[in-house]
């Protein structure tokens, strides 16, 4: 994700990630696992973005999992509240397992 960002998120370029979380609702997926490991700073509308995706995937029961290695992006979280809304992980294994526990018998084996 951040690769485009040039590891920044903020109002100049969230556009994108904004439509991209919505096409991911549309398209029925509702746990998302967002990876931030190139994102080095997230600002209000960065984080804003994230929290109208959320907003979004509950509506289904879903959740937003952030894998986030930036003490700098961790901390645009925390200091609104939200690492306590937002499951975060340093690692997108990590995130995977916790949508796993979050989604009991959402996926179905073949």
Request: aromatic content about 8%; overall charge neutral; glycine content about 14%.
């Amino acid at each position: 994700m951040g690769g485009g960002a040039g590891g920044y998120l903020d109002g100049s370029n969230v556009a994108p990630l904004r439509k991209l979380m919505a096409d991911l609702v549309t398209q029925g997926r509702c746990y998302l696992i967002m990876d931030l490991t190139d994102v080095d700073f997230v600002d209000s509308t960065g984080v804003g973005v994230f929290v109208g995706g959320l907003k979004r995937v509950r509506a289904f029961d879903g959740q937003v999992v952030l894998v986030v290695t930036s003490e700098q992006v961790v901390k645009a979280f925390r200091i609104t509240g939200l690492t306590k809304v937002f499951p975060m992980s340093e690692t997108v294994d990590r995130a995977v397992e916790t949508i796993g526990r979050e989604a009991a018998g959402a996926y179905v084996r073949r």
